[in-house]
């Protein structure tokens, strides 16, 4: 079978030879960008759509937009321009391609439906709440919306530019992205009448929100899931429930299960069966590797298909025939194809491909979006154990130029645990030279360090790359607390944060320093979410590093609790403060024990994180500043978890690339 790294080479084949000559990733090159997402297939299987995100240079604002790719990849349109666009589909027919958007820029979302034998996208719904997701039935008459009511418009301008106090009474009650979760904030399903354009409510609970709907192929069942936000006995359960397409019709509860990473409903093509993805018991919320069941329609009776692969799966979806699941597996650095024969529970890989992120599959045909070490995530048709690029959107830029090469890597960490990764080297490394290098922590700790180039906001595989084609080494440690190496390796970091991770960090710089590669009195470590907590852990217990960055990070852990929107994982792995006072001091000894700190550090976050709020950054600064260690702080206004705003991206690279300059030396 080829390998994606030889299909996108084949693809980057076709640069003029002047480009070879490669240059460095740049700050700037974020204006160039096309991130690929939001995969849909034809229910035909002859075209696949997708979103393309751009980040523009002149408005400063990130715009996604629908393009379409036919089958045989000959083709690809782009669909709507203007204002941003988001969850496409495919009408059942496969007649129009539908998206939510608002149009004109900043009123509320709604649903529009784009002929794909031309013409202007029509508007199909009106109403004043706003829709977040939602599913076709298979007739194409009717369209279940998910979408949250909202206060009702006020009766001038004047009171609608009054805000209004917050009245907040759920147990898990702050959301990334989302704010302050609100009884109003809650999403309920709604039964959109294309035709007529008539929309009534099909779920209405106060106390529980719903989402994720999906229609049976006879279009006569909407599974969905439905949470219990009011208290903590809900906490981190999925209920999942069956109603008819009809207005004050009463579910039925089929099974709960615990919630995982990203769900994901799907019907058997017959109808009797229910596919979704199994999490695990709340004092494992934050170690929680995705597994695939089936459930009876009838009886809810459960079967377990990949516990014994003891790996995160995602992105399921049933082939044609109903006699398989495919989906992708993250394994080890990578991240592969794979189904599950439902008649025997047989397991098998369907490509080499280094990292697949989305699955789709209609009617025989199978498309991925995947990415390799060199090459961002594009689209794939997977045929026959081989992939088929569908597009291209990053070619010309990453055809001009020159990145680190990745090999994996394996080390003994204090205890004697064998821990991977990988070594980022510069472009033109030189065998018996010693490099600065920089450890770069990915976040999570649900996740890896993988064989891909992923164009996000803080996706350690490009920032990498970033030092890398600087002249820096840099390593990408797969810590103890992180997936793709089973459920025992990610749990033994349990309630014991900053401590096991450390050892796999510093073991991975003894690994390199000792192979002739790391420079020992220029090194540097970074990262971002937990790639920041980590880097608060390890400068507060290694001095060997003379330049740290800590984006969106801690070092208290005591001041998260209830100022982020964690408290599922904290009460249930931790305990509550009051109970567990040791416990909660111990995780926080970055910022008990900062006068142990040598480490110039840079923090940064955005003033909008409820994930790990901008305090925890600023408490470390302070602390610096308060011991003379060199330290800056930088806030970005109004961004959230991950930066959205193209200036502050090119921002964040540019004061990373200084950072390390100033305090490790210019690499030669």
């Known amino acids: ?57 002149d408005s400063d604002e990130s ?19 203007g204002e941003s666009v988001s969850e496409p589909r495919f009408s059942p027919d496969g007649r129009y391609l539908s998206f939510l958007a608002a149009r004109p820029a900043g009123g509320t979302t709604q649903l529009w439906a784009l002929d794909r034998r031309g013409g202007e996208p029509r508007q199909l719904t009106h109403g004043s709440g706003e829709i977040v997701s939602y599913e076709w039935s298979p007739d194409g008459k009717r369209i279940v919306l998910v979408m949250h009511a909202g206060e009702e418009a006020a009766a001038d301008d ?101 919630s995982p990473n990203h769900q994901r409903l799907e019907f058997s093509p017959d109808g009797t069966q229910l596919a979704f993805l199994e999490g695990d018991e709340l004092r494992y ?32 979806a049933f082939t044609a025939d109903g006699s398989a699941i ?19 529970g047989r397991i098998e890989r369907l490509a080499a491909a280094s990292v697949v992120n989305e699955l789709v599959a209609a009617a025989g045909h199978t498309a991925v979006l995947a990415a390799d070490d060199h090459a961002p995530f594009e689209v794939f048709a997977l045929e026959n154990g081989e992939l088929r690029a569908l597009s291209a959107h990053n070619q010309a830029l990453f055809g001009e130029l020159s990145l680190g090469t990745v090999a994996d890597i394996a080390f003994r960490s204090r205890d004697g645990t064998q821990v991977h990764g990988q070594i980022v080297r510069p472009p033109g490394f030189v065998h018996g030279r010693r490099y600065p290098t920089i450890v770069w922590i990915h976040g999570g700790p649900n996740g890896q360090d993988d064989h891909s180039l992923e164009l996000d906001s803080y996706g350690p595989q490009l ?31 349990l309630a014991d944060w900053g401590h096991l991770e450390v050892e796999d960090l510093e073991a991975g710089v003894d690994y390199a320093i000792a192979q002739g590669i790391a420079d020992p009195g220029r090194l540097g470590c970074g990262g971002w979410s937990y790639g920041g907590l ?20 801690s070092g208290n852990q005591t001041a998260t609790y209830g100022s982020d929107e964690y408290v599922v994982q904290y009460d249930a792995e931790l305990g509550p403060p009051w109970k567990n006072t040791a416990l909660w001091l111990k995780v926080s000894y970055p910022f008990f024990h900062a006068d142990r700190i040598r480490t110039p550090t840079l923090f940064l976050g955005g003033t909008q994180d409820f994930n790990v709020p901008i305090g925890g950054g ?24 991950s930066l959205e705003r193209p200036s502050f991206l090119v921002d964040r690279y540019q004061r990373y690339l200084d950072w390390m300059a100033k305090y490790l030396g210019a690499p030669r």
């Open 1 to 57: 079978m080829r390998n994606l790294s030889s299909i996108l080479l084949a693809l980057l084949a076709a640069v003029p030879l002047a480009a070879h000559a490669g240059r460095p990733l740049a700050p700037e090159d974020w204006y160039r960008f096309h991130a690929v997402s939001s995969l849909r297939i034809a229910p035909d299987g002859a075209a696949v759509a997708y979103l393309v995100t751009s980040y523009d240079k």
């Open 63 to 81: 715009v996604a937009h629908l393009w379409l790719s036919d089958w045989s990849g000959r083709e690809s349109v782009q669909l709507t321009r």
């Open 158 to 258: 004047e009171a609608a530019h009054r805000p209004k106090p917050l009245v907040i009474d759920a147990y898990h009650f702050k959301q990334d992205g989302r704010g302050y979760l609100t009884t109003a904030a809650r999403t309920h399903l709604w039964l959109l009448d294309v035709a007529g354009g008539g929309c009534e409510p099909l779920t209405s609970d106060p106390a529980r929100e719903d989402s994720l709907p999906a229609f049976s192929a006879d279009g006569r069942t909407i599974a969905y899931v439905s949470n219990e936000m009011d208290g903590p006995h809900g906490a981190g359960v999925d209920d999942i429930e069956l109603i008819a397409p009809q207005p004050h019709a009463a579910p039925r509860h089929l099974l709960s299960t615990w």
């Open 285 to 316: 919320n934050s170690y929680i590797m995705d597994r695939l069941a089936v459930a009876a329609v009838d009886s809810g009776k459960v079967r377990e298909l990949t516990r014994s692969l003891d790996r995160a799966v995602l992105s399921p």
């Open 326 to 344: 495919e989906f992708a597996v993250e394994d080890d650095g990578y991240q592969y194809p794979a189904q599950v024969h439902l008649e025997d």
């Open 463 to 493: 920032e990498r790359q970033l030092f890398a084609s600087h002249g820096y080494v840099v390593l990408a440690i797969n810590y103890r607390g992180g997936t793709g190496r089973g459920a025992k390796f990610a749990r033994s970091v």
């Open 534 to 553: 980590l880097t608060d852990y390890l400068i507060a217990s290694d001095a060997r590093f003379k330049a740290g960055i800590s984006g969106a990070g």
């Open 618 to 641: 600023e408490q470390m600064y302070q602390a610096l500043r308060t011991l003379g260690v060199p330290t800056e702080l930088i806030v970005y206004p109004l961004e959230h978890h």
